[in-house]
């Protein structure tokens, strides 16, 4: 088995791993847009390194509207065929596609992180089950990384490492302030 995540960023990485490790993974978002970023993101890393991912984040961000639900659930065919020409992005049918019609179901919640919020806590396995109900393109995997990169499902970070008990803490205080 490989090193832990944290432990291979320990070793030394590339810059944008490490500042994603050390200021995102795992960490609790509070805004629609950041979830559906979120989840946008890793449905594209299915088959591809997350370094790439990384390195093709701000052309994402620009080609999603700054990952807006509002604007990326109002996207029409135009916007469809745009995002297939954009060489910033991953120009895959299938995930454009999802992150469209993901948009419009994300629109139809009263609140993205109130419907985590309200199915948390939930076992891997039931996740799965109810990702693969509401939206398109979220395998188990895919559901996986999106549920621990955001904090609802624990394994983001070793216990020895600091930011291992910097999200606790946030954690904690987010349970305190609702």
Partial sequence: MGLSYCAAVRQGTDQWNQHYHDTEY?????????????????????GLSWLTILKKREGFRKAYHGFSVAKVAAYGEEDRARLLADAGIIRNRLKVNAAIENAKRIQAMVSFLDFLDSHHPRDHAAWCKLFKQTFLFTGGEI????????????????????????????KSARRQSR
């Fill in 143 to 170: 559901v996986n990384e999106f549920l621990v990169s955001t904090g609802y499902l624990s394994g983001a970070h070793d216990p020895d490492c600091p930011v291992y008990h910097q999200i606790n803490d946030l």
């Fill in 26 to 46: 795992g960490f609790p978002l509070e805004r629609d847009d950041e979830l559906f970023e979120r989840l946008v993101l890793e449905i594209n890393q299915a």
